[in-house]
């Protein structure tokens, strides 16, 4: 099935279940504003603890913070968001319809790369075990060409981003010969700059309203707090601050679902260093972070670095981590050493010293700053798509969410065989045990078949049969969601065999 088929699937799926729905829905909908229904919610708690558990309680230098979302405007004059938080927008004057000029090289890119990547898997199919696909990349012409196409090209954005040359990005959307997928023509607008913040009014007009922001990251909440939590938590630097969070951005093309939302929801963690020691932090935190994302089992091929084009004028090194979408690898975090950027504009804005007196160096200074910053909602959109999968049955087909355990919504669906004969009790006594440690749901209707389907379709990992032996000999029959297995198990059991399965103690294993 083409990956652009499976990614609708995907979509109606996170609806019909209660994953993911419109924000609006009976008034048509609001733009890329998503609400999370009730298994949404429960993932996106468990990857949010995932998360947060994995710097605050894994990293006994880091510690977490809830700061407002409405901040003092100035902090975003600061920030430098106020000036420059913009992307470079273009419009088709036919379709009418609005795009991000860097988006749109980006794709073309993006084609180059597939151009020599199917080159080389036709070449890999046809010699097979003899296949050096290292030599066939370096002297195959039309990978040559192809591979001469996206350098030319990509220095060429590179300049341009990093120039602000908007008449450049233009002119590279023309010269490529770059089309409208809506009107297919190549009648552009010029490139303008748009910026991304949302704005509103705080307080009456009659004592003066203040112009606020909605905050459209959430690293500056930490920087503001950095030494109310440094004094408090008597903290020695290198330290973090981790935080969870909404944030808002008026993107101009939001498509793709909840990859690209107005408002969503962030993870952040500013880890504050010793100037000069930043870039081996950044390494370190690099690592760290791929880790965490391999550790979830989705494959260690769908993930990879990207190199930014054009640092942000904060940072002096910076990467994504990208993870394989059905539309292809595209952003999930981003690393970025940001060096004493924003710390330093603080104090310049608010005329307060933030300074730490490193007792081993006996001297000041402005801390430098290593963040990691994840989307919890491109997270979620990984979880789904590594995990949605059509498998083809004996006589049917089934649809299953194959969620890592720890993250599953519902971790087990106890079932009667039948509505009578004490069954029901039974089941419900079981559940009754085990609701304390985790999310049970009951189900008495439809053929054991059709419950297990239903199952399978919300990603619970056990499902537990009560039959008229359980009243005998107090077992169940345990049913593993992946391999479809069944086992005879003791009630006395369930709490263990599942615990082991969902346990975060394990996955965090993994990090060490
Ligand atoms: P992009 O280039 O995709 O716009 P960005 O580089 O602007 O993203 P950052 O400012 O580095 O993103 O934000 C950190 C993380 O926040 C991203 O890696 C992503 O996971 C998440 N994020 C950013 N913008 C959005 C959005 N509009 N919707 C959902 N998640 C987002």
Redesign the pocket.
């Known amino acids: 099935m083409a990956q652009e088929d499976i990614f609708k699937k995907l979509v109606a799926h996170c609806k019909e279940y209660g994953y993911v729905f419109q924000s609006s829905e009976i008034y048509d909908g609001l733009g890329a504003v998503y609400d999370y229904g009730q298994y949404g919610v429960e993932l996106k708690n468990n990857i949010k603890k995932y998360w947060w558990d994995s710097m605050v309680l894994l990293h006994e230098n880091v510690v977490g913070i809830d700061s407002a979302i409405f901040m003092h405007p100035t902090i975003w004059k600061a920030s430098g968001h106020v000036d420059a938080f913009n992307d470079p927008l273009i419009d088709n004057k036919d379709s009418k319809k609005r795009y991000r000029a860097d988006v749109l090289i980006e794709d073309q890119l993006a084609k180059y790369e597939e151009k020599m990547n199917k080159e080389v898997e036709k070449a890999s199919k046809r010699f097979g075990d003899a296949f050096d696909e290292k030599q066939f990349r370096e002297t195959n012409p039309r990978v040559l060409a192809n591979k001469e196409k996206w350098n030319t090209l990509h220095n060429r954005f590179s300049k341009a981003l990093n120039d602000s040359d908007l008449a450049e990005l233009k002119q590279i959307i023309e010269d490529e010969g770059i089309v409208c997928p809506i009107s297919g023509s190549r009648n552009w607008t010029d490139v303008r700059q748009f910026n991304l913040m949302f704005a509103t009014e705080m307080g009456s007009t009659a004592d003066g309203a203040l112009k606020v922001y909605l905050r459209p ?1 959430t690293a500056q909440g930490i920087f503001v707090n950095y030494l109310n939590v440094q004094k408090t938590g008597r903290m020695k630097i290198p330290f973090g601050i981790a935080q969870i969070g909404k944030a808002f ?1 008026n ?1 101009i093309v939001a498509r793709q679902f ?5 408002e ?1 929801e ?1 993870m952040e963690m500013q880890f504050f260093v010793r100037p000069g020691s930043e870039l081996d932090w950044f390494e370190k935190w690099k690592e760290t972070r791929m880790k965490w994302h391999r550790a979830l089992g989705f494959g260690d091929e769908n993930y990879r670095f990207h190199e930014h084009e054009k640092l942000a004028h904060y940072a002096n090194a910076a990467v ?1 981590v990208e993870y394989k979408f059905p539309f292809g690898f595209k ?4 690393i970025h050493s940001r060096t004493d950027f924003d710390l330093s504009q603080h104090e310049q804005y608010s005329g307060k010293k933030i300074r730490y007196f490193d007792p081993e160096l006996n001297e000041s200074y402005v801390p430098y700053v290593v963040e990691t ?3 919890v ?2 997270m979620f959109l990984q979880v789904i798509s590594a995990s949605y999968c059509e498998e083809q049955l004996e006589k049917d087909t089934r649809v299953v969410l194959k969620l890592p355990p720890v993250l599953a919504p519902v971790k087990l669906a106890v079932m009667p065989l039948v509505k009578k004969d004490g069954l029901p009790e039974k089941a419900r006594e079981i559940i009754d045990e085990l609701k304390f440690d985790f999310i049970c749901q009951y189900d008495e209707k439809d053929s054991i078949g059709k419950r297990y389907r239903r199952q399978d379709a919300i990603g619970t990992p056990f499902c537990v049969t009560v039959d008229h032996q359980t009243a005998e000999d107090n077992t169940v029959t345990i049913r593993y969601r992946d391999t479809m297995e069944q086992e005879r198990v003791a009630i006395s059991e369930l709490g263990k065999i599942i615990g082991e399965q969902i346990s975060y103690k394990k996955l965090f294993g993994k990090l060490q």
């Open positions: 990251e951005r993107e909840i990859f690209r939302m107005r969503f962030q994504d952003e999930v975090e981003g910053s994840i989307g909602d491109r």
